[in-house]
């Protein structure tokens, strides 16, 4: 079972769609992810894209951060998000959005943000779009850090050399069968 690792909602356990349809971050990549981070979401405006469960984004609004926005394209996982927020007591300061990502991020006019999660399904082939998009729209604040979540490295850029020259990769670790990719926008 999943939980909050610290901050205001230290321990809540979260629910989860049942099935294999998401494939939750471990805990244990979760916990190295945050270290990686250290203080960064204090303060910070979250988009948890692709969101599941919300675990990500719930996870930095425990820690401190201002505001998140989830964004699934499943009903039932955006129902999830929305418990997961009322349980962990971080609602008012979370919007769910039910929707595609790439269409979120084509339209969204809630930026800049601080923090962004990419979880994608693996074979979805939307994470070279997704950060494209996010650096071609100007949706990442200064110094914003990027995290991936990806099957293979390769799979980040999708052998897009020009988009990985827009990204500085900060670190990159193999957590089971998920890369966890840190990044932000290299200063051109």
Same mark, same amino acid.
């Not at 303060?43 to 401190?64: H, I, K, P, T, Y």
């Not at 955006?78 to 990502?101: K, M, P």
């Given at each position: 079972?999943?939980? %909050?690792?610290?901050?205001? +909602?230290?321990? =809540? @356990? $979260?629910?989860? *769609?049942?099935?294999?349809? /998401? ?56 129902? %999830?998000?929305?418990?997961? +927020?009322?349980? =962990? @007591? $971080?609602?008012? *300061?979370?919007?769910?959005? /039910? ?90």
């Amino acid at each position: 079972m999943m939980r %909050i690792i610290t901050g205001s +909602a230290r321990g =809540t @356990h $979260l629910y989860t *769609r049942p099935g294999d349809e /998401t494939r939750p971050t471990s805990e244990r990549a979760k916990e190295a992810l945050f270290s990686m981070l250290q203080q960064k979401p204090n303060g910070a405006r979250v988009l948890d894209l692709f969101a599941g469960s919300g675990q990500l984004g719930l996870e930095a609004l425990s820690r401190g951060a201002a505001e998140a926005v989830f964004v699934d394209a499943s009903k039932e996982a955006a129902e %999830i998000v929305r418990r997961n +927020a009322e349980r =962990t @007591h $971080l609602s008012q *300061r979370a919007r769910i959005v /039910t929707g595609d990502a790439l269409s979120y991020l084509k339209t969204c006019h809630e930026a800049p943000f601080d923090l962004c999660f990419l979880d994608p399904p693996y074979d979805a082939g939307v994470l070279p779009q997704s950060l494209f998009l996010l650096v071609s729209r100007g949706l990442l604040a200064k110094d914003a850090l990027v995290i991936t979540e990806s099957r293979e490295i390769a799979n980040v850029f999708g052998g897009d050399t020009a988009l990985a020259d827009r990204f500085e990769i900060i670190k990159q670790n193999r957590y089971g069968v998920a890369y966890i990719t840190v990044m932000k926008e290299a200063n051109i």
